[in-house]
């Protein structure tokens, strides 16, 4: 957050559900508010596969996980390059939670915006797992769409 009180960098993660799609929409218009740079990021998690599967599997998943998250922050970034908003996206192997936090600490973010709840877990009645850690574990301000 600069000196006015401002947004200067967002963070956006994706799983590419609808809800994160909701917080990237209420991200970008922060970001058009406060000429922020809004970081879309995906996180390629790979949970046990690395243990159940032989190594021709991992890497074919990996390879399919990996494209499937660029899909989703190109998705944003459109929807951000629409809006006259910078954009600067990430894909990288980690669980959700944690690479977040390291993003966020990586980067300066002074926001993370995220969807309520997401693909893992659409029935929730009211806050998703990762959320729920995200808002209690970050040091940063989380709103959620």
Same mark, same amino acid.
């Given at each position: 957050?600069?000196?006015?009180?401002? +947004?200067?960098?967002?963070?956006? &993660?994706?799983?590419?559900? !609808? @809800?994160?799609?909701?917080?990237?929409?209420?991200? =970008? %218009?922060?970001?058009?508010?406060?000429?922020?740079?809004?970081?879309?990021?995906?996180?390629?998690? #790979?949970?046990?596969?690395? +243990?159940?599967?032989?190594?021709?599997?991992? %890497? !074919?998943?990996?390879? /399919?996980?990996?494209? %499937?998250?660029?899909? +989703?922050?190109?998705?944003?970034?459109?929807?951000?390059?629409?809006?006259?908003?910078?954009?600067?996206?990430?894909?990288? &192997?980690?669980?959700?939670?944690?690479?977040?936090?390291?993003?966020?600490? !990586?980067?300066? =973010?002074?926001?993370?915006? #995220?969807?309520? /709840?997401? /693909?893992?877990? &659409?029935? %929730?009645?009211? =806050?998703?797992?990762?959320?729920?850690?995200? =808002?209690?574990?970050?040091?940063? &301000?989380?709103?959620? @769409?």
């Amino acid at each position: 957050m600069n000196a006015t009180g401002e +947004f200067d960098d967002i963070l956006v &993660p994706t799983d590419g559900s !609808e @809800a994160a799609y909701n917080g990237a929409q209420q991200a =970008i %218009k922060l970001a058009q508010r406060n000429g922020a740079t809004v970081h879309v990021l995906y996180a390629i998690d #790979m949970g046990d596969a690395d +243990f159940v599967a032989v190594p021709s599997d991992i %890497k !074919e998943t990996r390879t /399919r996980i990996e494209k %499937k998250g660029q899909t +989703f922050v190109a998705e944003i970034e459109a929807l951000a390059d629409d809006a006259g908003v910078e954009t600067v996206t990430t894909v990288t &192997p980690n669980t959700p939670l944690q690479a977040i936090r390291e993003y966020v600490d !990586e980067h300066g =973010i002074d926001l993370v915006v #995220m969807g309520k /709840r997401g /693909r893992s877990d &659409p029935d %929730k009645p009211l =806050i998703g797992s990762v959320t729920n850690r995200a =808002i209690g574990e970050l040091d940063v &301000p989380v709103f959620t @769409a």
